[in-house]
């Protein structure tokens, strides 16, 4: 298959309603888009990124009004949330509809929404008439793209097109929100910060815990990472440790005297390093090093979600 990236929406459009796949842009990550209500459309994302069944999709939307029409209610405490951040990095587990396919949920009650901000994929929702299911745009495990170039590093030839809508701006996957009771439940941390989830609704449980059971979706320990092993911990004594090795280092504003680095931020601004995680680890991992370095960052902000994914992407050598 020939793969064309473009800025075409109605090309775009036209694909998705005939049953394909197209790569999305949006804030975060580039997603690898289906019509979620199209079990078949749905089916082909899993396989096209190798995906087992029991991780479930995102089902994404351009406005709240649509998003009711899929669930059966938002709970109040959730409103607020979505009122200010929707579009955003957040995603909002919501008791799902009939209309959505059990396929999308993995069979859970509840599927996850979220609304991108990109207008250019805003657009693309707009002109269709059913909403996209869309994991990031990577095979299964790897690290999620952040440019068209980086879907077609790995699409090429298996989707036919990629609409091209520039570097993502947050560059981390959305925050994923729901409740249990009357608690506010975080289950994976992302774009939106705590923060700025805290500022609005008060106390909220993380239970975003790095697990090896498939039974916990998506929370999977080794996920995000790259081919060669990625080793968290202070630089200058792992630089020591591994001194007969060939090194590549990802640092967040520190420079190091080693044969390949990626410095996140020169200025040392979190946000700029997590819109550069992914990338960063991508080109690291194209270098000829035997090994991928890089230190935990402050836990404010983004560095949270910066850092779940730096663990989750780390394997010992
Ligand atoms: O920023 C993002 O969220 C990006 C862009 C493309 O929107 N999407 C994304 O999708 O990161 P993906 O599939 O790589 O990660 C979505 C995760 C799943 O692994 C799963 O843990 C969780 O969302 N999820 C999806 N539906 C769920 C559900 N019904 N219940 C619990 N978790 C769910
Ligand atoms: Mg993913």
Not at 98 to 119: K, M, N, Q, W
Not at 132 to 151: C, K, R
Not at 201 to 212: A, N, P, T
Not at 238 to 253: E, G, P, Q
Request: hydrophobic share 40%.
């Amino acid at each position: 298959m020939h793969t064309e990236i473009g800025h075409n929406i109605e090309e775009a459009a036209a694909l998705l309603r005939a049953g394909s796949l197209v790569a999305i842009p949006t804030e975060t990550v580039y997603g690898l888009a289906g019509n979620a209500l199209n079990e078949d459309a749905v089916l082909s994302i899993f396989k096209a990124k190798n995906r087992p069944f029991f991780d479930p999709l995102i089902v994404h939307t351009h406005s709240i009004d649509e998003i009711r029409k899929h669930v059966s209610e938002i709970p109040d405490r959730l409103l607020p949330l979505m009122e200010r951040y929707m579009p955003g990095p957040l995603t909002v587990l919501l008791r799902r509809k009939s209309v959505i396919p059990d396929i999308v949920t993995s069979g859970l009650e509840r599927a996850a929404f979220r609304i991108p901000d990109h207008e250019l994929t805003l657009s693309l929702l707009r002109s269709l008439d059913f909403p996209l299911a869309a994991p990031s745009a990577n095979p299964f495990g790897y690290i999620s793209p952040t440019s068209a170039a980086h879907v077609y590093a790995q699409m090429n030839g298996v989707i036919p097109y990629i609409l091209d809508g520039g570097d993502c701006r947050v560059g981390i996957e959305s925050t994923i929100v729901g409740v249990e009771g009357d608690a506010i439940i975080v289950y994976r941390l992302g774009g939106l910060s705590l923060e700025q989830i805290q500022s609005l609704v008060g106390e909220v449980r993380v239970v975003s815990e790095s697990s090896s059971d498939p039974s916990a979706p998506g929370m999977l320990t080794s996920h995000y990472a790259p081919r060669k092993p990625l080793i968290i911990g202070d630089i200058k004594e792992l630089i020591h440790t591994y001194r007969d090795k060939k090194i590549a280092v990802i640092s967040f504003s520190e420079r190091y005297d080693v044969p390949h680095q990626y410095i996140l931020s020169p200025s040392g601004d979190i946000d700029e390093a997590a819109k550069k995680l992914f990338a960063a680890m991508r080109e690291m991992d194209a270098t000829d090093a035997d090994l991928i370095i890089a230190k935990s960052l402050p836990e404010g902000g983004l560095g949270r979600a910066v850092n779940d994914r730096l663990k989750r992407a780390s394997h010992p050598l």
